[in-house]
């Protein structure tokens, strides 16, 4: 018999540079002088406009001596049409670069605008794993919220307005080149939001320690970022102003986005890719409702690996059976979630027996069931949905 050591399986870790701190934000213009940009395009939204964390972007561009053209067309799920807009704009302002302010929306539709610049195609052809053959314009990504880590992921989420659902871009192309990781920002979210963005976090970091793909180096951020956010999202929803709670849910969410960056996803985000370009739902939104359900189908999959979860949340949970720890972590989850005031189903969202062939049927081809511990069927996901109901 062959011994196979652990070490013989060939792995990559992937990242950006990126600057972590409080005011780290009054960088941009230093760094973008750095990669020697000319005129940089802006991406950006209404509400992070409103927020005035673009204006402070912009301040430190013009002081850098950087031209600048802002783009904002941009709606949460980002629709293939505004990728298509932004890239005609970069090229008609002459852009050489792009500094993305936002949430994954924003940082995912800068990437796409990117992708199209320099590919000039149109971004539904990019679908997929490695389909794009030149590297994006440089990117500076600056997140105003602790969730989607696009900043430093090989992933973007575009949403196909045609076929309505949303699709994964996942190259090494499309990890930026800095991210700004400025913990202040959060303290603009709304409470509804901080929730969200907070529960995309955690089921970042279940699905990449539950992965086929993980690595010793990706258990150990997506572990810590679990116990991060358990002792710090409940604290920044009851107090928006605790910076220390914030700048550690900010930090979860970096160690989590290296974490499924490198190790992938699995049927948490295959399903709510489907769900949020079919109903527009929030992204955060669709992972808190479907994490329990997606962790229940998949436990005798991956028993260990849920177990250590389970003990993060309750540490005395010890010498009990596979189905004692099953039903243990989606009692967890769910008060978890409660205490977010996140308790509502698909049902209150619009989805009802008749949507689930149609959302399955999108959910199964998503490229995140590859790294599912088990191997999701079109009847498995439309289970999973019709229990989320």
Same mark, same amino acid.
Not at 91 to 99: A, P, Q, S, T
């Given at each position: 018999m062959v011994? &196979?050591?652990?070490?013989?399986?060939?792995?990559?870790?992937?990242?950006?540079?990126?600057? !972590?701190?409080n005011n780290s934000i009054e960088l941009a213009g230093h760094y973008a002088q750095i990669f020697g940009l000319k005129k940089v395009l802006i991406a950006t939204d209404p509400g992070v406009i409103l927020s005035g964390w673009a204006d402070i972007v912009i301040k430190k561009i013009e002081q850098a001596g950087i031209e600048y053209s802002i783009f904002s067309d941009i709606s949460p799920n980002p629709r293939d049409f505004e990728v298509m807009n932004g890239a005609v !704009? !970069?090229?008609?302002?002459?852009?050489?670069g792009i500094v993305a302010v936002g949430g994954g929306s924003v940082m995912d539709c800068a990437k796409g605008i990117g992708i199209v610049a320099v590919n000039d195609d149109n971004i539904l052809n990019f679908e997929g794993v490695n389909k794009v053959d030149y590297p994006m314009p440089p990117l500076i990504c600056i997140p105003t919220t602790g969730g989607t880590s696009a900043d430093v992921s090989q992933f973007a989420i575009i949403n196909n307005s045609g076929e309505k659902y949303k699709f994964a871009i996942i190259?090494?192309?499309?990890?930026?080149?800095?991210? @700004? &990781?400025?913990?202040?920002? %959060?303290t603009s979210m709304d409470s509804?939001?901080?929730?969200?963005?907070?529960?995309d976090v955690l089921s970042h970091a279940f699905e990449?320690?539950?992965?086929?793909?993980?690595?010793?180096?990706?258990?150990?951020?997506?572990?810590?970022?679990?116990?991060?956010? @358990?002792?710090?999202?409940?604290?920044?929803?009851?107090?928006?102003? +605790? @910076?220390?709670?914030?700048?550690?849910?900010?930090?979860?969410?970096?160690?989590?986005?290296?974490? !499924?960056s490198n190790a992938s996803?699995?049927?948490? =985000?295959?399903?709510?890719?489907?769900?949020?370009?079919?109903? +527009?739902?929030? =992204?955060?939104?669709?992972n808190s409702i479907l994490l329990p359900f997606v962790i229940d189908y998949n436990f005798d999959y991956n028993p260990n690996k849920y177990m250590d979860l389970l003990k993060l949340f309750a540490p005395k949970a010890k010498?009990?059976?596979?189905?004692?720890?099953k039903k243990a972590l989606f009692q967890e989850i769910s008060m978890f979630k409660e205490s977010l005031k996140l308790t509502e189903?698909?049902?209150?969202?619009? @989805?009802?027996?008749?949507? %689930?062939?149609?959302?399955?049927?999108?959910?199964i081809a998503d490229p995140c069931n590859a790294t599912n511990p088990r191997a999701p069927k079109v009847d498995d996901i439309s289970t999973i949905y019709s229990e989320a109901l």
């Amino acid at each position: 018999m062959v011994n &196979i050591n652990k070490f013989d399986e060939l792995r990559k870790f992937v990242m950006p540079e990126y600057i !972590f701190g409080n005011n780290s934000i009054e960088l941009a213009g230093h760094y973008a002088q750095i990669f020697g940009l000319k005129k940089v395009l802006i991406a950006t939204d209404p509400g992070v406009i409103l927020s005035g964390w673009a204006d402070i972007v912009i301040k430190k561009i013009e002081q850098a001596g950087i031209e600048y053209s802002i783009f904002s067309d941009i709606s949460p799920n980002p629709r293939d049409f505004e990728v298509m807009n932004g890239a005609v !704009f !970069f090229k008609n302002e002459f852009c050489d670069g792009i500094v993305a302010v936002g949430g994954g929306s924003v940082m995912d539709c800068a990437k796409g605008i990117g992708i199209v610049a320099v590919n000039d195609d149109n971004i539904l052809n990019f679908e997929g794993v490695n389909k794009v053959d030149y590297p994006m314009p440089p990117l500076i990504c600056i997140p105003t919220t602790g969730g989607t880590s696009a900043d430093v992921s090989q992933f973007a989420i575009i949403n196909n307005s045609g076929e309505k659902y949303k699709f994964a871009i996942i190259s090494k192309a499309v990890v930026p080149d800095l991210a @700004i &990781i400025d913990p202040l920002t %959060l303290t603009s979210m709304d409470s509804f939001l901080t929730a969200c963005t907070g529960m995309d976090v955690l089921s970042h970091a279940f699905e990449a320690y539950a992965s086929t793909a993980a690595t010793h180096m990706t258990d150990l951020l997506a572990k810590d970022a679990v116990k991060l956010l @358990i002792e710090n999202l409940p604290k920044t929803f009851e107090n928006p102003d +605790d @910076i220390d709670a914030r700048g550690n849910v900010m930090l979860a969410s970096l160690e989590a986005g290296l974490a !499924f960056s490198n190790a992938s996803l699995g049927c948490v =985000h295959s399903l709510a890719h489907s769900l949020g370009g079919y109903k +527009d739902m929030p =992204h955060g939104l669709c992972n808190s409702i479907l994490l329990p359900f997606v962790i229940d189908y998949n436990f005798d999959y991956n028993p260990n690996k849920y177990m250590d979860l389970l003990k993060l949340f309750a540490p005395k949970a010890k010498n009990i059976s596979n189905s004692e720890a099953k039903k243990a972590l989606f009692q967890e989850i769910s008060m978890f979630k409660e205490s977010l005031k996140l308790t509502e189903s698909l049902a209150n969202y619009g @989805i009802n027996n008749s949507d %689930l062939l149609t959302l399955s049927e999108k959910a199964i081809a998503d490229p995140c069931n590859a790294t599912n511990p088990r191997a999701p069927k079109v009847d498995d996901i439309s289970t999973i949905y019709s229990e989320a109901l």
